[in-house]
């Protein structure tokens, strides 16, 4: 019931979503079918290539699709943030389908068929087009429905790079730990995927039957473009309007502000287009400085270590100068902060702090040779995480750090699964656990205060922005965005309801 009441409340952006989805998957497919099928119909020609071609795709279907889309990203042309990658990556895995079953239909053509085609005096394009081609539809169409099928479910990663789709509710339930949110997007998928192999089912069986003529088979065809074509003059009118991209990071917080940010646009009105719970720093970067978002909220922190690669002064204020300087020379401009900073909190139980008598960080070398590090993928590979911390407080774990996504690794530190992990000061799953926080005693970690960084072009552009941001630059406390948080982690309510609150409160005290 909590499901269908979520669908309720959120029907038009549901729609949309589905479409999304639906759009994906048949143009993904679509190409797999025109790339597929006369590579298929090669292979069977010509054993040799065939292995080539058959061995090439089943390479490309051992990817991990995340893994994909990552190195897909920074390729010109086919790379980048929104659906281009992502119809990329999916027509890549439904071809594997298509080709093997092609070359099976074709390969599987009674030779006396064939043979009183040549005696009829058929030519070799007559003989593929009017004999092996039909005969070979059973198989090839079966290719297709698998195809078909595993789209729909892989299609759910598109959201990781604001591809839109039903993989927005999924990323955003895993952000907030909540399974509502994953089942509005998971049960539709699934829906989906269901109906498009009952479907296809059905024409499959009436090809095999016999029972659907060329003419109709063709109608069939004609229907499925013109449905792809309507999707997509619906998502290109609705891509054609005039807005500003807001991105945001794959976590809570992030997720808030991108909707802090977006509101507050609006409410100059101005349009604007969310890209949020994108893959971490270097998607919601690269992104920025590609020209497919327009502004999404960093930390200082984060871009001077992180993106930029240089040391970072320990004072804020100089912090925050050294990160707007490295993005002024890209073209970038770093706003005014809102208010806060998020500096890394290293989180152990409160039991376990009590137990050992842990207070700092430097307190860990009596426990870290018998304890299981967890860390977020993001926090192992950054300049200013795993490595440099176990190096500046001489810390060697027993273990190995288990990588885990962030939403996940504090409920994974108060169920036993690992003992210290690397989680926000502003999150209000540190109470909600009964986590402790240990002091950071030798300075390592850098400021983080939340600053919004925009395109100079889009600021120039809409300077409406600008003025919009400045409306909420030092007005969201450490005490505002732990709330924020515990109401969406916690409590479970919409990030945007929570945001449209909050600035309510915003503008109430202003007034006054």
């Known amino acids: 019931m909590t499901v269908i009441r979520f669908w309720m409340a959120h029907r038009a952006e549901l729609a949309v979503l589905v479409q999304q989805h639906l759009l994906l998957v048949l143009l993904s497919t679509s190409i797999a079918i025109v790339i597929g099928v006369p590579a298929g119909i090669l292979a069977a020609k010509r054993p040799r290539l065939g292995r080539v071609v058959l061995v090439s795709a089943s390479a490309a279907q051992t990817v991990p699709s995340l893994a994909l889309l990552g190195f897909l990203l920074p390729l010109p042309l086919i790379g980048g943030l929104g659906p281009r990658t992502a119809l990329v ?15 099976t239909g074709i390969r599987n053509v009674d030779p006396a068929v064939l043979e009183a085609g040549v005696a009829m005096g058929m030519t070799g394009r007559q ?19 698998v195809a078909t099928v595993i789209g729909v479910g892989t299609t759910t990663i598109a959201a990781a790079i604001g591809a839109g789709g039903l993989g927005e509710y ?75 991209v807001v991105g945001s990071k794959n976590f809570t917080e992030q997720v808030i502000l991108g909707e802090l940010v977006a509101q507050t646009i609006e409410a100059r009105g101005l349009p604007v287009s969310r890209k949020l719970n994108l893959g971490g720093t270097f998607v919601c970067d690269r992104g920025l400085r590609a020209g497919e978002l327009d502004v999404y909220v960093e930390y200082t922190g984060t871009a001077v270590t992180a993106v930029f690669h240089q040391p970072v002064p320990s004072d804020p204020a100089r912090a925050a100068d050294r990160a707007k300087d490295l993005y002024a020379r890209d073209g970038l401009t770093m706003l005014a902060p809102l208010g ?17 008598g842990l207070h700092t960080i430097g307190d860990l070398q009596k426990t870290a040779a018998r304890w299981k590090p967890g ?44 003992d210290v992990i690397a989680g926000d000061a502003t999150s209000a799953l540190i109470d909600e656990f009964r986590l402790t926080a240990l002091d950071d005693d030798r300075h390592y970690f850098p400021p983080y205060d939340a600053v919004p960084v925009a395109r100079t072009a889009a600021l120039l552009r809409h300077p409406e922005i600008g003025s919009a941001l400045a409306s909420v630059a030092g007005r969201v406390s450490v005490a505002d965005m732990r709330a924020m948080n515990a109401a969406v982690d916690v409590a479970h309510r919409d990030p945007a309801e929570v945001v449209a609150a909050f600035l309510a409160r915003v503008r109430a005290r202003g007034s006054k």
């Open 89 to 103: 990556t999916l027509s890549i895995y439904a071809l594997l389908p298509v080709v093997r079953t092609t070359v």
């Open 170 to 244: 999924i990323f955003r339930g895993l952000s907030m730990v909540d399974s509502t949110t994953i089942l509005a997007g998971a049960i539709p998928a699934a829906a989906l995927a269901l109906a498009a192999d009952g479907l296809l089912a059905w024409v499959e069986w009436r090809i095999r039957e016999r029972r659907t003529t060329s003419a109709a088979a063709a109608r069939w065809s004609v229907a499925a473009a013109v449905l792809i074509a309507l999707l997509a003059g619906v998502s290109h009118a609705r891509a054609d309007a005039p807005a500003v």
């Open 127 to 145: 003989l593929l087009w009017l004999v092996e081609l039909p005969l070979a539809l059973p198989s090839i169409l079966a290719g297709i429905r």
């Open 375 to 418: 860390f977020g993928y993001e926090f192992l590979q950054r300049d200013d995480g795993y490595a440099g911390l176990v190096r500046a407080y001489g810390l060697t774990f027993g273990s190995q750090p288990r990588g885990m996504d962030l939403s996940l690794i504090y409920r994974a530190l108060a169920e036993g699964q690992v």
């Open 340 to 356: 806060f900073n998020n500096t890394f909190a290293i989180l152990v139980r409160q039991r376990d702090a009590i137990s050992f």
